[in-house]
């Protein structure tokens, strides 16, 4: 009973850090390619990495098409509706197997797990992604995920893009988005919500330490902005977010959304996002420099009221990206360093955390080759750093796998996969994912023999799109 | 009496012809603003700014001839241009423009202005240009000049090549080899060209231009 007590705690100390289990996902939808008549290679290298022409397609709504169109218009010739033929519906299926490189312990603390699982599938996505009417267009994606054994809401982006021309070269696309994941919203591959790795196990551990920005709000927040691009180069985007929290009552009235302090980890009125990004194109190659950052003030919750001092993280981020395309050979640089400034007046009065100011600091590089589109592989290197504070990164009793003997974040390690795509919608990949150091040490890291090297683990994954 | 009734007769027929002359202006006006749109909004995400495309992947378009490119925006359209990047890419691009569209497209990129490209290793050049010239009679390769014109700039008939990209003519030659491109006169022409010839021929080409 103790130790459950324990895991809970960890559970939600786990919850406050923002720290999903699973990897982060990403995926790309033929309901596109069905819509467009074009194939997968026009607007991904290789899903769902995109290229130049698929970033157009993204910022200007996803509403190209060639399906006939049900369609209105008043007097004047306007559209008043223009809706597909057919709904852009598409699936996805990852079935995977995990082999841990050493078994984890169970819920109770009693035993241990197997240390191979299969997930069957280990996500079941439905995805409304394509145009809505003339001007807007939306991709939302349903998921069934196997850890949760339930269905709910994943990525969404609905956004309304128009453009008009400068002069008779140079063109301004503006629009607006609603989503509920900082940075899903963005057009490279280097940001958070669909930077690498693609897909990954969701049956280990993941390190303690992350930063807002980088998923530790996905899903659970709506987010508003405004973007403008000009001439396909220079991007920049303002907007803010506020919680909206999924599956959450309030346990008294029964009213929907994050009405009381059960809840944890909730936007203080809205939380600023803004981005610049400028791409390059020359030849077969093109290269994008970009920042984004968001500033978020969060209400601890979880029993605390909703009110009074809050938690404020402050994420300023760099990314690039290289992408060279040619018609046998494709090579993808990319890579991002997120920096988070903590002021933790909540914590810090809660006695939660050792320390008022804290920092954090991820970087993730990658670089991923193609041969036709069909074999290929990536390498990625990932690290995290940061301030020590046992009260927020704490030791603990055993099996300590996800606590921190020294009160420090660091973590860093590798991803190697290999990938082989029989047809442009189907993937099969092969990941290896190996901690050098994990929440702060390389060997014994959390007090209890556990070394770093212990959390890797390979994943074998099946990934269909149709 | 009669020659006041022709006189109206004659008045309302010019204000008829000339109403009828504004509005072939006024379409031709909004059809080449309306291509434009589509052009810059659209096109330049893969051919680039004025058709100047930047990877080779996509095919120059400035000062392409007009009716060349009717004829392949309908073959996209018809689907009877089958070489792959046609499948993947512009089967679907052309499936909705209507025959207006199709024409104010290839009147714009036909009205852009042309550039040489890079010019190449000097062997591959000379040979390039022997080729274009001459042709070679022992691998049964005609002149392509005869059709495409001394200086590659094309005519209502045949293609500019000249400043196009390497990589993109090399592609469409062996298209035309193969027969993934389907056009009965450039695969007699070409089905005899070698690897390397293709290749030379392919850097001269880059190199003209105005």
Known sequence: MKHKTWLSRLGELVVFLGIGLAAPLAHAVPSFARQTGMACEACHTVFPELTHFGRMFKANAYTLDNLKQVRDIDTAKQDMLSLSGLPPISVMIQASQTWLNSPLPDGTGAGHSQTSTTGFPQQLSIFYAGKVAPHVGAFVQLTYENDAGTIGIDNTDIRYANSFQLDHTNSLIYGVNVNNNPSVQDLWNSTPAWGFPYAGTNANVSPLAGTQIDGALAQDVAGISVYAMWN?????????????????TNPLTGAAG??????????NGAAPYGRVAYEYQWQRHDLEIGLYGANFKLYPGGGAPLSGPVNEFRDLAEDFQYQFIGDQHIFTLNGTRIHETMKLAASFAAVATDNLNDDLTT??????YYYRRKYGGSISHFATTGSTDAGLYPNGPAP??????????????????????PWLNTKLTLQYTTYSRFNGGSSNYDGFGRSASANGSTYLLFWLNF | MKSNLMIILGSVLALALQSARAQEVDDSGARAAAAERIAVGTCAACHGPRG?????????LAGQHATYLVTQL????????????????????????????????????AAQVPRHGPAGNPALLARGKSIYENGDAAQGVPPCAACHGADAAGTDTYPRLAGQHVQYLVKQLRSFQNNMRNVAVMHGVARGLQVADVEAVATYLQSLGP
């Open chain 1, 258 to 267: 994050p009405l009381d302090g059960t809840i944890s980890n909730v936007i």
């Open chain 1, 232 to 248: 396909e180069a220079l991007y920049a985007e303002v907007g803010a977010y506020r919680s909206a929290k999924q599956g959450v």
């Open chain 2, 74 to 109: 309908q073959g996209f359209r018809a689907q009877t241009r089958g070489d792959p990047d046609a499948l993947g890419y512009m089967w679907g691009m052309a499936a909705p423009l209507d025959d207006s569209m199709i024409t104010g497209l290839a009147d714009y990129y």
């Open chain 1, 400 to 421: 300590g796998v996800i606590t921190s003997a020294n009160g420090s974040p660091d973590t860093r390690g590798w991803i190697i996969e290999a990938n082989y795509l």
């Open chain 1, 363 to 368: 970087t993730r590089f990658t670089g991923t």
């Open chain 2, 52 to 60: 100047h495309s930047y990877s080779p992947k996509f095919p120059v």
